[in-house]
């Protein structure tokens, strides 16, 4: 067998980790496979010029797009915060046109979907990417099928991620296809990741909601939830630590997090049982105490209800199916 070629394109800007996270799972599977299987990663740039990712870390390109024009195995290109809002980028688009095309797999990571969309890559064909920017897109290529609540999504050789840390789900998908599901479970032990994410976006929504300003009524009522929710907390509970009847406390939560506050309490449940799921054996049941969970039942049709997928399921992406892979 051949080395695996896996060209990955940076821009001015762009999300440092929709650049390191795949790459990061791509080398990692190089410890578990042998060597003439294993991936050979270049950074491709509109030249070698360093450029700076939207944290502030400066990267530097193997290569420019001219020194890049070869066929890769795998070509995506990372996305970044303000992607969504420059112009077409033309060397970009003619190397996506002319070289990525021509990849056995090509797409991208999060916002990395305009790029492509701006070439031409997308009519027709279904693709994802970050859950703030999916509306967006639809929206600038009509002709694209979004699919908004999608971790990741192969449609043919092309293949797009959610936002940002969906770039590791892809890539581990990307390793499950060339080498198998324990060498993809293997590397995502290593990198202490879920190997296969179930459910849609709409998982991370706890993650998403922001947080209200310091002192404010939200901000007392999302504090005392996380401090308390293995207690009931009932909306009237929840508007007497807030100040307010449960009426304005509604509105108060629709207005500023778009969510109820019964939603919100599900959502802090949820989040602290996934956190559970991954780093603990504990029982279903004592994870559904600790989480406030009237038991284990209750719990799992929650999970169904708000992430597709059960509890049992979500842990089960924790655990290789070959003891050796798993050390």
């Known amino acids: 067998m051949t080395r695996r070629s896996v060209a990955l ?85 003619a190397w996506l046109t002319d070289w990525a095309v021509k990849a056995e797999r090509y797409g991208s990571i999060c916002t990395g979907a305009f790029a492509l969309g701006r070439a031409g890559l997308l009519d027709g064909k279904m693709a994802t990417t970050h859950w703030e ?69 709409s998982q991370f929504s706890p993650h998403l909601i922001p947080h209200s300003p310091p002192g404010s009524p939200l901000a007392r009522v999302q504090a005392h939830v996380q401090a308390h929710m293995q207690e009931p907390l009932p909306v009237d509970r929840l508007a007497e630590i807030a100040g307010t009847s449960p009426r304005s406390l509604a509105r108060m939560f629709t207005a500023e997090l778009a969510l109820t506050p019964h939603e919100f309490v599900e959502g802090v449940r949820i989040d602290y049982a996934r956190n559970l799921l991954e780093a603990t054996d504990k029982p ?30 979500y842990r089960g992406s924790f655990r290789p199916e070959s003891p050796a892979l798993a050390r």
């Open 9 to 93: 394109v940076i821009h001015q800007g762009v999300q440092a980790l929709d650049l390191t996270g795949p790459m990061d799972v791509f080398a990692e599977a190089n410890g578990f496979v042998a060597p003439d299987q294993g991936y050979d990663l270049v950074v491709v740039g509109p030249d070698r010029a360093p450029l700076r990712a939207s944290n502030g870390l400066m990267l530097i390109p193997d290569r420019g797009f001219s020194e890049a024009a070869q066929r890769f195995q795998t070509a995506l290109v990372a996305g970044g915060p303000q992607l969504p809002d420059q112009p077409r980028d033309a060397r970009m688009s």
């Open 133 to 201: 920017n999916a509306a967006r897109l639809a929206q600038m290529f009509p002709r694209a099928r979004v699919e908004a609540d999608r971790i990741f999504l192969r449609d043919g050789a092309l293949v797009t991620s959610a936002g940002v840390t969906a770039g590791i789900d892809l890539a581990l998908a990307l390793v499950a296809e060339d080498h198998g599901r324990d060498v993809a479970l293997a590397c995502a032990r290593r990198l202490v990741v879920a190997a296969q994410r179930q459910g849609g976006q």
């Open 284 to 313: 279903l049941k004592v994870i559904a105490f600790e989480c406030g969970f009237g038991g284990a039942e209750q719990m799992r049709v929650v999970f169904q209800k708000r992430l597709g997928v059960s509890p049992a399921a």
